[in-house]
C-alpha cells in the first residue's frame, strides 16, 4: 500500500531539514534588561499625572510653584537689586549731608548752598542703575529665560499658560509693570496665587503666565 506523505514536523521527517528560527522575545524594538530605558508612557487625550500641570502645546505637564518658593524669590530678587545701588546709595548720601547742621536733635537742616554735586549725581545714578537692573532681572530675564535671578535660585519660572514656552522680553516687562501696579494698588495681588486654581496672581492673569517648578 502506498505511505501518504510526510507533512513537516511528522515523524519521519529529515532532522537535518532547516526551519525558520523561533521568534526572538523581547521584540527588537525593546533593549534587553537592564540595557536601556523604557520607552515613554503614552497617556489618553486630556490626561496627566496627578499633582502636575497640563500646558499647552508640547509642552510637559509640570507642578505649580508653591506659594512660598514665589515669595523667597521675590525676597531674593529684592536683595540684590539693594546690592546693585548699595555702594553709590550710601556714598551719595554721606557726600550729600556732610555739609548739615546736626546741632538740633529734631531737625536736620541742610545748607542748600553747599549741596555736594557730586553726591546728588551719585544718588540719582543709584536710582537709574536700580531700574536697569530691576528691568533686567524681572523682566527682560524673566521674560527670555523664564527665571529671575531670584528664580533661578529656587527653582521655579514663568512659562505661557497656552504654550508651556518662555512669554519672551516684552511679555516680561509687561508681567513686571503689572506686578508694579497691582502690588502697590492692592496686596491681594501677591495673595491670590493661594486662592486661584493655576496659582496665578493677577498679572499673570492678564499676560496669561503662570509660575512653575523647574524642569
Same mark, same amino acid.
Given at each position: 500500500?502506498? *505511505?501518504?506523505?510526510?507533512?513537516?514536523?511528522?515523524?519521519?521527517?529529515?532532522?537535518?531539514?532547516?526551519?525558520?528560527?523561533?521568534?526572538?522575545?523581547?521584540?527588537?524594538?525593546?533593549?534587553?534588561?537592564?540595557?536601556?530605558?523604557?520607552?515613554?508612557?503614552?497617556?489618553?487625550?486630556?490626561?496627566?499625572?496627578?499633582?502636575?500641570?497640563? @500646558?499647552?502645546?508640547?509642552?510637559?505637564?509640570?507642578?505649580?510653584?508653591?506659594?512660598?518658593?514665589?515669595?523667597?524669590?521675590?525676597?531674593?530678587?529684592?536683595?540684590?537689586?539693594?546690592?546693585?545701588?548699595?555702594?553709590? @546709595?550710601?556714598?551719595?548720601? &554721606?557726600?550729600?549731608? *556732610?555739609?548739615? #547742621?546736626?546741632?538740633?536733635?529734631?531737625?536736620?537742616? &541742610?545748607?542748600?548752598?553747599?549741596?555736594?554735586?557730586?553726591?546728588?549725581?551719585?544718588?540719582?545714578?543709584?536710582?537709574?542703575?536700580?531700574?536697569?537692573?530691576?528691568?533686567?532681572?524681572?523682566?527682560?530675564?524673566?521674560?527670555?529665560?523664564?527665571?529671575?535671578?531670584?528664580?533661578?535660585?529656587?527653582?521655579?519660572?514663568?512659562?505661557?499658560?497656552?504654550?508651556?514656552?518662555?512669554?519672551?522680553?516684552?511679555?516680561?516687562?509687561?508681567?513686571? &509693570?503689572? #506686578?508694579?501696579?497691582?502690588?502697590?494698588?492692592?496686596?491681594?495681588?501677591?495673595?491670590?496665587?493661594?486662592?486661584?486654581?493655576?496659582? *496665578?496672581?493677577?498679572? #499673570?492673569?492678564?499676560?496669561?503666565?503662570?509660575?512653575?517648578?523647574?524642569?
Amino acid at each position: 500500500m502506498t *505511505q501518504p506523505p510526510v507533512g513537516p514536523g511528522q515523524p519521519g521527517d529529515d532532522p537535518s531539514a532547516s526551519y525558520p528560527p523561533p521568534p526572538s522575545y523581547p521584540p527588537p524594538s525593546y533593549p534587553p534588561p537592564g540595557t536601556g530605558t523604557p520607552p515613554p508612557a503614552s497617556y489618553p487625550p486630556g490626561y496627566h499625572p496627578p499633582g502636575q500641570v497640563p @500646558l499647552g502645546g508640547t509642552a510637559p505637564a509640570r507642578p505649580y510653584a508653591g506659594w512660598w518658593s514665589r515669595v523667597g524669590a521675590a525676597l531674593l530678587d529684592g536683595l540684590m537689586s539693594l546690592l546693585v545701588v548699595l555702594v553709590p @546709595l550710601v556714598v551719595g548720601l &554721606i557726600l550729600l549731608f *556732610q555739609n548739615s #547742621d546736626w546741632s538740633d536733635s529734631e531737625e536736620i537742616r &541742610i545748607e542748600w548752598g553747599a549741596v555736594n554735586t557730586v553726591g546728588v549725581v551719585l544718588l540719582v545714578l543709584a536710582g537709574i542703575l536700580g531700574l536697569c537692573f530691576v528691568i533686567w532681572n524681572k523682566g527682560i530675564r524673566t521674560g527670555t529665560k523664564g527665571q529671575s535671578l531670584g528664580k533661578s535660585i529656587v527653582g521655579i519660572e514663568v512659562v505661557g499658560v497656552d504654550t508651556g514656552q518662555y512669554i519672551g522680553a516684552g511679555f516680561g516687562v509687561l508681567r513686571m &509693570i503689572l #506686578d508694579s501696579i497691582f502690588g502697590n494698588a492692592c496686596f491681594l495681588n501677591y495673595l491670590w496665587p493661594l486662592l486661584d486654581s493655576k496659582h *496665578q496672581t493677577w498679572h #499673570d492673569m492678564v499676560v496669561k503666565s503662570v509660575v512653575v517648578r523647574k524642569s
